[in-house]
């Protein structure tokens, strides 16, 4: 399976979680798990499709194991931070750390994108 596959199945996926946890938070008027909800629509619906949205342009790339390394780490770790976020507004602050490594791996995650995108176009 490509890099571009893998994004465009689950970055769907993620956008209907999100969305679902939207309307959730909307109908209870419990808005405190509002900042998870929009990590988790921006890094896991819109960066994931956009992500993919790149690799499909480069099919030499979209069929590296790096690509497909890459949107698979940023999906899990999109997820991670959600939760991580969310147990935090929730009062649960022994999930910090699980949000803490979340970011870290993101951001490292981010770091390998930047270079394959800067690395392809230049
Ligand atoms: C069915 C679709 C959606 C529903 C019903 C929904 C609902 C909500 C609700 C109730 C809040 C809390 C508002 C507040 O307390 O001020 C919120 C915040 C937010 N949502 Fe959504 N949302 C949806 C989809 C999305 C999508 C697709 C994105 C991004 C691509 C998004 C990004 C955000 C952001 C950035 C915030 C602000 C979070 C914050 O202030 O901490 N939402 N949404």
């Known amino acids: 399976m490509t890099a571009s596959r893998i994004s465009f199945t ?4 993620i956008a209907l979680t999100g969305m679902g946890w939207g309307i959730a938070m ?12 929009a990590h988790l629509n921006l890094l896991g619906w ?7 949205l ?10 590296s194991r790096l690509a497909r390394f890459q949107v698979v780490v940023w999906a ?3 997820i991670a ?15 910090e750390p699980l949000a803490a490594i979340s970011s870290i ?10 270079w394959l995108v800067i690395r392809t176009v230049r």
């Open 26 to 37: 909307a109908i209870s008027h419990d808005h405190a798990t509002a900042p998870a909800h």
């Open 81 to 95: 931070i959600a939760i991580g976020i969310g147990l935090i507004y929730l009062g649960t602050p022994q999930a």
């Open 46 to 52: 819109v960066s994931l499709f956009l992500m993919g």
């Open 76 to 78: 899990a770790a999109s």
């Open 10 to 13: 689950l970055a769907p996926l």
């Open 105 to 114: 791996v993101l951001f490292a995650d981010m770091l390998v994108f930047a």
């Open 54 to 63: 790149f690799y499909r342009f480069h099919t030499e790339l979209d069929r």
